[in-house]
């Protein structure tokens, strides 16, 4: 039987799918099928004869056999195989590339002793080469060859964001992660992404995904989203040209005249639309990261200055550039002070005028807390003090142990440069902005005449710039 | 005095060429002219000073100061600097990154030495990462940083374009030129690369480069250019998405029938043009490195499988692909073997047919060579038996000591998995024909189904994959 | 008092609402306003006085005072002027262009004599080209000059929508509206047009337009509208290149097999996606006018050639194109011949198996087509044979006194060379599926080979081209 | 026989060329091909049979058999016919157009009655619409459709470029010209043309026309057209959307410091270029109508003001724009005036100056305007006075019997409002500077708030405007 028939015989076999009936014949069908280049299908779950099918697929790959251009062929095939896999299977084979396809300790140690062993500059120059190649794990060669899938670089984002809840307590896992990460940040220089304005011209396509990854102010529907575009708002995104159709950190910014205070303003799809040549102010109200793969590979502080500088040029009346963010962690460190029993948050004319709302003095704070009291006239009265200056104590807050800001959105801003400006009283009373910063919201100020000497004066110093004001309220 | 005010000093002394003319108070002034953020002009030269200068800018970058967007604007103004330097400050420049901010071996050993001791697979994969850092240098991390130039891309291409010539013998410059590959290896991944067919429809802007960078058949001008842009004609290019402007290779294709055998039938400008849809064959008839700064990146592989394909689609009648390519170094190993007085190269027959043509019988092929021959009907039929026997012999030579095939275009098209198809006779009578290979041409096929299995034979087994023809003409 | 400073004066008073103010004052202003090169603002409603301005430019861009560039910024003003009008005030603006800029009866005439009075062909000729022009009307030039305006064939569009309401009964209106409506049908002629899919990557602008435009089967918002954009359908739109964002008719498209023939089917989110590579039918399942103003200017029949001949190309599995179309007048025939008593529609066991349903026999089918019927399987029965009898009739009935269908989409389709296909028993029971045409849908064949034929039987002969199977319900 | 078989035997003769071997036997094959819908060869010299078979396929499209999409298909067809014909062929075509498919006589006259019967304004009105229909002639309906071609407003154009010296003398022709232009003239208004700026970066298939069509000051080749395009010089034409490759109109445009005088400067390749941002004039240097078929459609005008607001827009510093242009009259005139022995030419101590140059003293001007006079200083110098003023004087005159300026660069600036600025000496000194305006060249200024002023003056009152300087030159 020559090998043309045989090829026939397989292929009708597969059509009837008798691999999957046979399941004791698999292992033979399939040696003759790949003996003959045919592609098995392979079992979602990934299960062991087939994890060696795609282990040896892998071995190939790395070994260049047919040359580069079969290489990074069979890398692809290898790519859509893994994209059929479910979410076992993937887990499988990428506890496979961990496992696996690392670097080879001994070649490590070898080219550690080579460098120790140099006698000359040049010699030494060699060895460190040669350790530093030693130390580049086979799999990466992999990695990079998923690119050349026609959507290559979102399958490498797509999966480091699989990878990612894995890894956690598995080092093998995390250095296959720590390989992926490498490689995305060399990709995803800022050099290499574009600033895009999104408007109601945009495709649909993108507007949908900006829609499903804005998690700061949820969007509610297209006509929400429809006001956000409008003449005196502006949305920026930055795309990287290998993934044209996915944002991959994107800003809302609304065009007003002086420093916003409250998002319901800013988001009434009824208020009247302004003429932005007229506006002093940018308010960036949202910055949403959309890639969960691209986690810790950050551009934020990039796209701020781009659309700072975007809007000066477009805008040259813009005289004030500040955000109006959430605080997201006050909540959870007030509760724990309460629970705590700390006795410095009230003071006691505070407690005796909680005490008349709420049933039970002693926790009339906590008790408040938990229902709708800004609809409730005395309690928006009796809490606007302690809540303000216990707000702004939490936002001069560290991380234990550290110099950094305890709120993470106050931790990115201030490493950008900015400054706390000003604490809004009743900014944000949706459910989600009274649980988490009983209402509150903050504006960063980015003042470019400042902005290096903040940066220096934090992360050098570990000093919070912050407003008169809110020093002041955090005292009161 | 205020710092304003003397800010204005040093500004308005700028303006009088004060630092040009009073050399002796540079330093000063410039102490003063950088503690207000001054950036004094530098000299083209670079003398001490003004390296002075650029290293504290270069350690500014490296530390961060002012936070990440801020050393990548202050990378920028290096570039800039940079680019107004002369060859000579631009060495300068290069030597003082090569040799001052390198990677630190105390840092390396120490990083060696806890692999050495790590002692969980935890421990052991953070060691490796660490070591792993240890070996990057600082100036690597420098490079990324000028992507933040317009054209950093192209600046980083056009750095190593100048660096490969000065790093000859100098193991740091070489250690600084690795970096640099290194850095435009990840960014210049084929995954990332556009394949552009070049028309007449394209940019002037770009159909001058392609003029300038032809170095194989040289473009006689626009109409030359125009010609080979015609309907029977093809010109691919790639290109990166960040340096939109400039072609990285291409490759020029005839379509034809039957394998072209002359490269003056396909260059004619007056030849008719051919209906493209009834060729059954696509010349491949030069093929161009277009950015020196890109040498050793290679993806003349990938561009040559990427316009198959897409020939493949756009005539379904295209049946073979080959190419019509020059032979370089045939004269010189011919040169080389009379020089050296190889009795083996001609016989008896031969050389009496020679010596009745030239002057001095013994040196009758040398003489003759050196001539414009091709023009006399009687050494072109002494010679051609003789030539193609030679020239079949020096294709299937090795470079000494290795199993990889003398002459270099032989070298990369068996790598690529084509295999040597026919000897052309007559194919390319130009003066550099003449002189380079002695007027012959060879075809190398592309069969798509031996493509894998020519190269594993050439890589693996260092075999050369040659027709029956040229195997027999080699041993006439 | 010089010029500049009367301006000055007028521009202030304008400022300050002056105009406005002294009602009586106006007049005066106005004409040293006018004379000082001002544009005093224009009552919407546009009475008398500002009539009178608006005519005196009117005459000044007819009389191309300083040229026709400036001719032409005069015709954008008046534009702009317009487009600030009520209601009222355009239709005041209107008839003044109605009653005041037509034709020249005596200028036509004295042409019409010369015409009559001329001696040679070369007298002729230019005899009947100045009656021509005397035709043509004053205004006619001033509408081209619109054009000036930055969305100028928008505008013209637009107001003749506007105008043709109100040009019933009015022949100086109806003058105008012809005038306007050959201008547009000079620049809209069909080679002028652009093919668009429109896809789910469409700008959101361009998809809410569509949602709004579509009449035939409502959208009911962007999750039904992305359905209609999936990969096994279709939405092709003409547009203007004056008029990007405005699609001026557009087609939906289902691929599928066979003849489709309920329009639930098609338009059901959960229904799952096709393999559109295995369809052998294109349904256009419907057709809508986008621009009232070009109504009379019909492109629908090459909106189809074009759309089968590019999915022709696309899919060349499809075999058959067909529509899936609403028979809209159904219902109101039938009401008629129902409340004409006439006797010839229902067979007597038909009128006992109605009777048998409705509580009033004689009027019981009057009574149950009013009721929602086709939730009711006894009545789906009873209904089903002389309903199809019926609308086969109807289908077959002419406009009274021409050979013209009396179903106007019938009349498209059979205009356009389709014949009459298949009649389809519970199609659409939406609520105006059953309002119009009982539940009935009706499928046209387009088949390349017999357009023509069957377009020249219709117009020609009054011939309407059916299936037998159709012929044969008609007669059961 | 069936139809089939006999189309096939008709195809198989048409392939063996029997159309063209039995000429006697073409009518018969003829009536049978088309009888089957073949489409025979047409001979390209439009003998009187094939001219019989496209008069039938005119009259065909003309009845719109088969429906429009048809009839659009079908002119399509004989638009190609059309381009395979010679120049005999085409003459004989359009020829046959203009004699057999113009108005109808009797039923303009016809129409003509009804309008004087007209008893009412609604009469009048339906009467006018139906004389304007039959004044519209069938063919223009033909020509229309061409526009079903994918080329078909090039097409239209080129017919009309043709048509044009075919039609001097002509009557018929005269009238088929001018229903060409009447659609053209529609098409092409302004509002839809495109303002682009051609740069480096433009396609070299654009380039290479504006090359060609340069007519007052060639271009040189590829380099003298880059130097055209460099940073300190604009050129912009004209596009049509459905004539994207062709330039309409275009201009070129140096912007220089001051008015410049000399066309030499500008158009040196080896200046250095200037920074364009420092510029405060713009010179219009060279403005060329490339469409022969669109001559009398003019948008010139159009173009220069576009040109200014763009320049205006991008470079606020601009203050001045000016032409530099040819008097192409001015030797034609002079020479006439010489030749009648007009004595007011010179003054006696020019003509003894003059004497004293020349060999021959009476006709010392003409003789020496023979020769390169420039290079011969002493001619220079006893040139200068006496042609600047008989100059000056030629650019006031009219055209005789008119009050249009005589030299037609003069009459189109003019028209558009500029006004004669400064007459430039030895401004031109090439041969055909020398020979058309004996090296002279003049500035037209258009300032922008005089343009209206000047327009009307010049179009009103038939005045030109001209600078003192001018004028007193011409008095001299």
Redesign the interface.
């Known amino acids: 039987m020559d090998d043309g028939k045989l090829a026939g015989l397989v292929s009708q076999a597969a059509n009837y799918g008798l691999f999957d009936r046979l399941k004791t014949l698999r292992g033979l069908w399939r040696d003759i099928a790949l003996s003959l280049g045919a592609t098995p299908k392979i079992d979602p779950e990934l299960p062991a004869d087939d994890a060696a099918l795609l282990r040896s697929q892998v071995q190939d790959c790395l070994q260049g ?6 290489a ?1 062929a069979r890398a692809a095939t290898l790519g859509r195989s893994y994209l059929g896999l479910s979410a076992v299977g993937r887990r499988n084979f990428m506890k496979m590339l961990a496992d696996e396809f690392g ?1 080879d ?1 001994a070649r ?2 070898k080219a ?1 002793a080579d ?2 062993a140099a006698a ?3 010699e ?3 060895a ?2 040669a ?2 190649e030693s ?1 580049e794990s086979p799999r990466q060669y992999l990695l ?1 060859q998923f ?2 899938l026609p959507e ?2 979102k399958f490498l984002v797509d999966m480091r964001a699989e990878l990612l809840p894995l890894a956690k307590g598995d ?2 896992m ?2 296959l992660e ?1 390989d992926l990460k490498e ?1 995305l940040a ?2 995803f ?4 992404l574009e600033l895009q304005r999104i408007t ?6 993108i ?2 995904k900006i829609m499903a990854y804005e998690a700061v102010h949820t969007i509610q529907g ?1 006509s929400d989203l ?1 006001n956000r575009l409008d003449s005196d708002r502006r949305l920026y995104a930055f795309f990287h ?2 993934m044209p159709d996915e944002p991959l950190i994107f800003v809302e910014v609304a065009l007003v005249r002086g420093i916003a205070g409250s998002i319901h303003a800013l988001l009434d799809e009824h208020a009247p639309v302004e003429d932005p040549k007229k506006a002093d102010t940018a308010i960036f109200y949202s910055i949403n990261n959309a890639q969960k793969g691209l986690v810790g590979i950050s551009f934020g ?2 796209l701020i ?1 781009r659309v700072v500088d975007s809007l000066s040029h477009e805008f040259p009346n813009l005289k004030t550039f500040a955000t109006l963010s959430p605080i997201p962690g006050f909540r959870n460190w007030l509760d724990e002070r309460l629970a705590a029993g700390d006795e410095t948050l009230l003071e006691q004319a505070e407690l005796r005028a909680l005490a008349a709302l709420a049933q039970d003095g002693k926790a009339g704070l906590a008790q408040l807390l938990e229902g709708r009291w800004p609809d409730d006239g005395a309690a928006v009265q009796a809490l606007r003090l302690p809540l303000q200056r216990l707000c702004a104590r939490y936002l001069l807050e560290r991380r234990s142990g550290t110099a950094r800001a305890r709120d993470p959105v106050a931790h990115f801003h201030l ?3 900015a400054r706390m400006e000003r604490l809004n009283w009743l900014a944000d009373t949706s459910d989600k902005g009274i649980a988490q910063s009983a209402g509150m919201m903050i504006n960063y100020l980015y003042k470019l005449s400042e ?3 903040n ?2 004066a934090y ?1 050098g110093q570990g000093r919070i710039v912050t407003s008169a004001a809110i020093r002041a309220l955090s005292k009161d």
């Open positions: 056999r047919g040359g580069e251009v079969s990074r670097t300790p490590i140690d550690s460098v120790a000359t500059p040049a030494r120059w060699a460190e080469r350790l530093r130390l990079t690119n050349a290559g670089v080092p093998a995390q250095a720590a490689l060399a990709w220089d800022v050099g290499f109601w011209r945009s495709p649909a396509l507007l949908e297209w429809k040209p290998r502080n990039f200055k490493s950008n440069g902005i290096e000497a940066h220096e992360r």
